[in-house]
């Protein structure tokens, strides 16, 4: 078990293009979050998934944003013609299914939008 | 609205004391808290948890309480050691939002001083 997994590590794109984040939870767990932290704040819940079900999205989460976990494993990231309001850091995080199962992060994706 | 609140973003300590963070939230649909450690360049990481069935929880040097009639919670270390320093952050969630849904405070910056 090497915890949650996030890639890449730092990303640095300009405004209007797309880009993507990838997520890899501990294998044991089948829920996982996005979430996004910006200087001097909290983290921020964006979305999360049971298996390959996403069951809860945030306002926070605009349409040019989408998050997939395909067969219930990894998940993926999108957003679609950045902005640099966009740039912060994005947390993935992983759990089990109890209710009061602590969550677990990965160290993130650093966003940059020129 | 600032569910939960930390309203100290730093605190400086000596190395063998006591430290003691505090966090404040005003839902009162929360039901199990949860403090996180952040050191640069890293995902947070979890320390301790506590539902509201409890008032107390204590795991080594880390204790937490809660006060659920003043909706208030602390973290206590004792002693404070220097790898302590970091970015502690308190957690909440209820089963109303999702019991998966954290919402964090904005963190307190911890520096333990040898």
């Known amino acids: 078990d090497t915890g949650v997994s996030q890639n890449p590590r730092h990303k640095i794109t300009k405004r209007g293009q797309n880009v993507t984040f990838r997520c890899d939870p501990i294998?044991?767990?089948?829920?996982l979050y996005w979430y996004r932290q910006t200087l001097g704040q909290g983290p921020e819940f964006l979305t999360y998934?049971?298996?390959?079900?996403?069951?809860?999205k945030s306002r926070l989460l605009s349409d040019r944003f989408s998050a997939e976990r395909p067969k219930g494993s990894f998940s993926t990231l999108e957003i679609q013609r950045t902005e640099q309001g966009d740039s912060a850091m994005y947390l993935c995080?992983?759990?089990?299914?109890?209710?009061?199962?602590?969550?677990?992060f990965g160290n993130g994706t650093r966003l940059t939008v020129t | 609205d600032q569910q939960v609140k930390q309203n100290s973003p730093s605190l400086s300590v000596q190395e063998g004391r006591i430290s003691i963070l505090n966090c404040d939230y005003t839902?009162?649909?929360?039901?199990?808290f949860l403090w996180y450690k952040k050191y640069p360049a890293e995902g947070p990481t979890f320390l301790i948890s506590?539902?509201?069935?409890?008032d107390k929880n204590e795991d080594g040097r880390f204790t937490v309480f809660l006060n659920k009639s003043a909706k208030h919670l602390s973290l206590h270390i004792v002693p404070s050691q220097p790898g302590d320093s970091a970015v502690y952050f308190c957690?909440?969630?209820?089963?109303?939002?999702?019991?998966?849904?954290?919402?964090f405070g904005q963190g307190t910056r911890l520096t333990i001083n040898p």
């Open positions: 839902n009162s649909m929360f039901d199990y």
């Open positions: 957690a909440a969630s209820g089963r109303i939002q999702g019991a998966q849904k954290l919402v």
């Open positions: 506590i539902s509201s069935i409890k």
């Open positions: 995080a992983s759990s089990l299914s109890s209710d009061y199962s602590p969550l677990h």
């Open positions: 294998s044991e767990h089948n829920r």
């Open positions: 998934f049971q298996n390959e079900a996403q069951l809860e």
